[in-house]
């Protein structure tokens, strides 16, 4: 197949930062119609007025359609919370675990303290999105979505049981049969397809290949792979997370894969590899709308098959941003509109 035509894809987990950060990625994402941005600026965005104020900077920075969402804190306001969803400022609630991921400081310690406002979401039908690993210093750090499904999961499920979840960046085989077997929405990312933990640490330590949840074996990533191209649970979120190149080469490197500008490329690769190529569509433009009970994009884009690409390595200047390159050839890209 030498090109594509799927309806225009969405992108269910992003980053977009704030200040001159996001005046550089916003437009990087031109090729996806709308995207859930998450709210974990410093310091986050957790009320409905600082989600409108953060919607109007993106959509004056050159994202138009943003979906935006409310960082639960432990002293979240529920109806606030309600508010925001009825006004449509917001599509869902994002739950980090205190101290899982880039600036979750103010995330949720004790859960019994959020049951209030997981109460009022499923009341009112407030989709819940969770960063689904464990933070306890015990658990090595390639379980800890495995063990987030026991330990946290499982529970809020049973207090909740109808509200909507879907489980981010998911990137283990368990979690995969977790969303399965339960009916839950999930995103996978293109390094969580496309890489496992060698390609990171196996002959020189890569930062840019560094996120959470962390990269696993290789049996993991193709249990992504299958679910990615048979599954109607998994959609397309990116979780592309830049930061500063001074941040991801250093000492301590900042977690979070910077992929928006060539992400879709990056899939395609992977669902040609597959054989999966009439899945695609599915995956990047229709389980997402679906599971959010949105329609799909009316409009189309065209995706070509060529030469392998030489991805840009940095995008920006002040800020500049190294993005996520797999290190092997990636053969497609989106045709720009003339
Ligand atoms: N995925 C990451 O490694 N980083 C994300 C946070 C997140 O999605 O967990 C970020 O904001 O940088
Ligand atoms: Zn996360
Ligand atoms: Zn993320």
Not at 11 to 27: E, I, K
Not at 116 to 142: Q, W
Request: proline share 8%; charged share 25%.
């Amino acid at each position: 197949m030498e090109s594509l035509t799927i309806r225009r894809p969405d992108d269910w987990h992003l980053h977009l930062r704030d200040g001159v950060m996001l005046d550089v990625v916003a437009p990087l994402s031109r090729h996806f119609g709308r995207a859930i941005v998450m709210p974990n600026l410093v310091p986050p965005v957790v009320t409905k007025a600082q989600a409108e104020a953060y919607r109007d900077r993106i959509r004056s920075a050159g994202f138009a359609r943003p979906l935006m969402t409310l960082y639960l804190t432990e002293t979240t306001d529920p109806q606030d919370v309600v508010a925001a969803h009825r006004d449509g400022v917001i599509t869902a609630v994002k739950l980090y675990p205190a101290g899982a991921t880039t600036n979750s400081a103010s995330g949720v310690r004790d859960f019994e303290a959020v049951r209030p406002v997981l109460a009022a979401m499923e009341e009112y039908g407030v989709p819940l999105c969770l960063h689904g690993e464990v933070t306890a210093a015990e658990i090595d750090i390639f379980d800890r979505e495995a063990a987030f499904l026991d330990q946290r999961l499982d529970p809020l499920r049973r207090a909740h049981p109808a509200l909507k979840l879907t489980l981010e960046h998911v990137t283990t085989e368990e979690a995969v049969a977790y969303v399965c077997e339960n009916g839950l929405g999930a995103t996978i990312t293109p390094q969580h397809l496309m890489s496992d933990r060698n390609d990171m640490l196996a002959g020189g330590m890569r930062p840019h290949f560094y996120c959470l949840p962390i990269l696993k074996r290789r049996k993991h990533r193709e249990a992504l792979r299958r679910a990615a191209t048979t599954r109607s649970e998994f959609f397309l979120g990116t979780d592309s997370a830049p930061h500063p190149q001074h941040a991801k080469e250093a000492c301590v490197c900042a977690a979070g894969c910077f992929t928006a500008p060539h992400a879709l490329a990056l899939y395609a690769t992977v669902f040609e590899e597959e054989g999966a190529l009439d899945a695609f569509e599915a995956f990047a433009s229709l389980n997402g709308p679906r599971h959010y009970g949105l329609p799909p994009n009316d409009d189309t884009i065209t995706l070509v098959r060529d030469e392998a690409l030489s991805l840009p390595d940095r995008h920006g200047d002040d800020p500049r941003v190294v993005p996520f390159d797999p290190g092997r050839p990636i053969h497609w890209h989106v045709q720009e509109q003339t």
